[in-house]
């Protein structure tokens, strides 16, 4: 039967060349018979993954990887450099059946062992890689699907190991694939601060400085380094920067989607993203930013709430985010706007009239009190002037 299947599968023109070359060499290898993988001693696998480099450096991900699997049921693996799983975690479903083929602790899923599967393909292709459904060898597991990505070492990029995440092709998401990519890139990371010595000192420092730039134009600053972060990694700083205490998981991700059937899986995923920048400025159970946060969204509404209208101007430059859906920060750039503008009109102050003009140049009433306000010799007069006149 399975060789039946293989020369299908070979005479497939839709069959991916890594998955078709795969399975050609799982054909000369595997036994026909398979119903589970082969095991190592548990014990023994576990004791050696914990004491190597790659055990040390992957500390940092295994929190976040359990989190992953109980939340959505899935399995996730770590595995050592010869495929066998060293570390595992899952919801209960998925960890029965997982355990049913020896994917667990001590199971070998090496391309020799059980054929195709993603651990084994981005083991050998040293790059991330999905499988899916009856893509696998063995049809003990037809019904998965597996994104894996390796942890490529520093020094000479070999792959020292895989991090997995399974789950049956029913459940199966594209964001898995880019969640393990995102959190083999944390501890390549961390295996090269352990490299050249960098780790220890980072720690002693402590989480360090963030500053976040989100009212108007959008920016990033992490230890006095400008970083890049996406829309959506935006909205989630800003939020976690209005919650000190700290957001659960299923809390962020209501705060950031809100009734959108969004699986937290998927914020899980851009949160392991943001580590790989943010480092110890990121803390997790409960989702907080720690050290010295600087986010000009938070020091507005602390300087209207103490009555520094001027303070708030310094820093207000338009709305927070305003292209975001998200219902929170939907919520926050109302207040925040309707905070200021009302506060300046209320002030009748010609200064902090016209400069908010600058920055809702579409808002007439605020500049039609600029106007009124700034003496009859200003020359900025003429500036506010020329917006109303050019909206008729």
């Known amino acids: 039967m399975w060789r039946t299947a293989v020369a299908e599968h070979r005479s497939t023109p839709d069959a991916r060349p890594e998955v078709f070359a795969s ?54 693996a770590l595995t050592d450099e010869s495929v066998t799983i060293t570390w595992l975690a899952g919801g209960r479903h998925m960890r029965r059946r997982a355990d049913g083929v020896n994917f667990t602790v001590g199971g070998r899923w090496d391309e020799e062992s059980v054929g195709t599967n993603a651990l084994a393909l981005a083991h050998r292709l040293t790059r991330p890689a999905t499988v899916f459904s009856a893509e696998h060898y063995a049809p003990m597991v037809h019904d998965w699907a597996c994104s894996s990505a390796p942890i490529l070492d ?14 049956p092709w029913t459940k199966h998401s594209p964001s898995l694939l880019t969640m393990v990519r995102a959190l083999a890139r944390n501890v390549e990371v961390q295996l090269a601060r352990d490299v050249t010595g960098d780790g220890c000192g980072a720690s002693s420092r402590g989480p360090g400085e963030l500053v976040v730039r989100v009212l108007g134009s959008t920016g990033v600053v992490v230890n006095g380094v400008s970083v890049r972060f996406t829309p959506r990694q935006l909205e989630i700083l800003a939020i976690l920067a209005m919650h000190e205490r700290g957001l659960s998981l299923d809390e962020l991700t209501a705060l950031v989607y809100g009734d959108q059937p969004i699986s937290p899986t998927t914020v899980k995923a851009e949160l392991s993203h943001m580590r790989q920048v943010l480092g110890d400025l990121l803390q997790s159970r409960p989702y907080r930013l720690r050290g010295r946060i600087d986010a000009d969204h938070v020091r507005v509404l ?59 140049p579409q808002d007439d009433e605020v500049a039609a009190l600029a106007l009124a306000l700034l003496a009859s010799d200003d020359l900025r007069r003429g500036v506010v002037a020329g917006r109303l006149t050019s909206r008729g």
């Not at 398979?34 to 500390?59: D, H, I, K, T």
């Not at 020094?155 to 995440?165: P, T």
């Open 154 to 167: 520093p020094v000479d990029g070999h792959s020292l190991g895989v991090i997995d995440v399974s789950s």
């Open 302 to 360: 602390r300087s209207l709430s103490s009555g520094d209208l001027a303070a708030a101007l310094d820093l207000y430059r338009g709305s927070l985010l305003p292209l975001s859906e998200s219902p929170e920060i939907s919520s926050w750039r109302h207040q925040i706007d309707v905070a200021v503008r009302n506060a300046v009109l209320r002030s009748r102050n010609p200064e902090l009239a016209y400069r908010l003009s600058e920055f809702c």
């Open 23 to 76: 399975w050609q060499r799982s054909s000369q290898s595997v036994a026909v018979d398979l119903r589970s993988a082969p095991m190592r001693e548990p014990v023994e696998a576990s004791a050696q993954f914990a004491a190597s480099r790659l055990g040390r450096a992957s500390q940092i991900i295994l929190e976040d990887l359990h989190d992953i699997a109980a939340d959505g049921d899935l399995v996730a």
